[in-house]
Each structure stands twice: as structure tokens, then as C-alpha cells.
T-cell receptor
Framework: KAGVTQTPRYLIKTRGQQVTLSCSPISGHRSVSWYQQTPGQGLQFLFEYFSETQRNKGNFPGRFSGRQFSNSRSEMNVSTLELGDSALYLC??????????????FGPGTRLTVT | DQQVKQNSPSLSVQEGRISILNCDYTNSMFDYFLWYKKYPAEGPTFLISISSIKDKNEDGRFTVFLNKSAKHLSLHIVPSQPGDSAVYFCAAKNQGGKLIFGQGTELSVKP
């Protein structure tokens, strides 16, 4: 089974621009979550999509948005980029095994640099 | 408000010895806890988990301990190997299904 894939792997953008990142989950996984990783802050939860609907949302400004397609692929968009948006953006697909147990599989991430 | 905290940003251990990584949380409603390991340029990979109804879970060299009264979680690696050198994240799942991660601890195992 192929793992979680994210494109592009690296991206350089200028302040004020917008960016779209893509994530394809493991086949059969319907839940996709997005995280931002910055040094010292760990993984900050952005949002989770399940069957094309946003199921959970973190504490990020409205410049950060996402969507999920019928094939479970997901995109996240950041508008009006700021220097502080430079980070590793990780996508994870999740399957619930029952009894509260989850397995979440991460992609390799997209390294976004805003200059 | 950081609900899951890893207060040690780094830890250095000699090969063959025990590595103990710690994690504290504030929300008593978390019902599931996980540890992830991350190498540079890769996404985190799942390592081990524990339900809030247990106090210990063991998988080979890795054991996770949960102390609910202290709201404290720890990961023990015995014996530590140089290949264990990575950043370790603890995470807690709330009843809404959201995973809250700590800041990570960078483990270095020296030969």
C-alpha cells in the first residue's frame, strides 16, 4: 500500500502571496489532518477533514483553509503569506480501529519558506 | 495554552543505557496517548500508544507509562541504540478525536 504523499516537497514564496499544498492519503483512509511544525512549537493542529467535511479545527487564522475531495485527497491553502508561516506542513491520514484506538500516518511534509 | 508539554527539548544518552522521555498534560479528558518518532526530512512515524484505562504498554524495547493522577506520560527505551536518535513527540487525543502534540524532545544516543 502506498503511503501518504505530499506535493510539493519544497516551496519558496514571497510575503503576500498565496500557496496551495496537496496531500493524498493512504488508500481507503477517509480522514486527513494537517499540522504545522515549527522549531520549539511542535506540531500544531490546523484542521481535519473526513468525507469532504471539516471535522475539527485548530486555532489558526482564517488565512489558513482546506478542503477534501471525493477521492479523499486534500488541499490546504494559505493566503496573504507572512514570514511566520515558514514551516514544515505535515499531512496525516487516519484510520480508527475501535476502542478509542487510532492509527495516524504522516506524509513527508512540505517545507514552505516565505521570504 | 499548551495542553501537552515536553519540557526537555533534548536528551543525550549512552548506547545500551535507558532513555526516558517525559510528557505532561493538563486535560484530564484525554483518553488516548501516543508517541511518535521523527527523523529529519521525514514525517513522524507512530511508535507506541496507551489508552487512558491502562498504566503501562510494552512493545519490544519501548514501554510507555501513564500516571493519570500526575497527568504524566513517559516513554522508556531499553537498551538505547544509535538508530533511536530522532525527535520524539508525545500526543494526546481528546474525545472529539483531535490529536494534541507536545513540542518534541530530540534524543541523541551516543555510541
Amino acid at each position: 500500500k502506498a503511503g501518504v504523499t505530499q506535493t510539493p516537497r519544497y516551496l519558496i514564496k514571497t510575503r503576500g502571496q498565496q500557496v496551495t499544498l496537496s496531500c493524498s492519503p493512504i488508500s481507503g483512509h477517509r480522514s486527513v489532518s494537517w499540522y504545522q511544525q515549527t522549531p520549539g512549537q511542535g506540531l500544531q493542529f490546523l484542521f481535519e477533514y473526513f468525507s469532504e467535511t471539516q471535522r475539527n479545527k485548530g486555532n489558526f487564522p482564517g488565512r489558513f483553509s482546506g478542503r477534501q475531495f471525493s477521492n479523499s485527497r486534500s488541499e490546504m491553502n494559505v493566503s496573504t503569506l507572512e514570514l511566520g508561516d515558514s514551516a514544515l506542513y505535515l499531512c496525516a491520514s487516519r484510520v480508527t480501529l475501535g476502542q478509542g484506538r487510532d492509527e495516524q500516518y504522516f506524509g513527508p511534509g512540505t517545507r514552505l519558506t516565505v521570504t | 495554552d499548551q495542553q501537552v508539554k515536553q519540557n526537555s527539548p533534548s536528551l543525550s544518552v549512552q548506547e545500551g543505557r535507558i532513555s526516558i522521555l517525559n510528557c505532561d498534560y493538563t486535560n484530564s479528558m484525554f483518553d488516548y496517548f501516543l508517541w511518535y518518532k521523527k527523523y529529519p526530512a521525514e514525517g513522524p512515524t507512530f511508535l507506541i500508544s496507551i489508552s487512558s484505562i491502562k498504566d503501562k504498554n510494552e512493545d519490544g524495547r519501548f514501554t510507555v507509562f501513564l500516571n493519570k493522577s500526575a497527568k504524566h506520560l513517559s516513554l522508556h527505551i531499553v537498551p538505547s541504540q544509535p538508530g533511536d536518535s530522532a525527535v520524539y513527540f508525545c500526543a494526546a487525543k481528546n474525545q472529539g478525536g483531535k490529536l494534541i502534540f507536545g513540542q518534541g524532545t530530540e534524543l541523541s544516543v551516543k555510541p
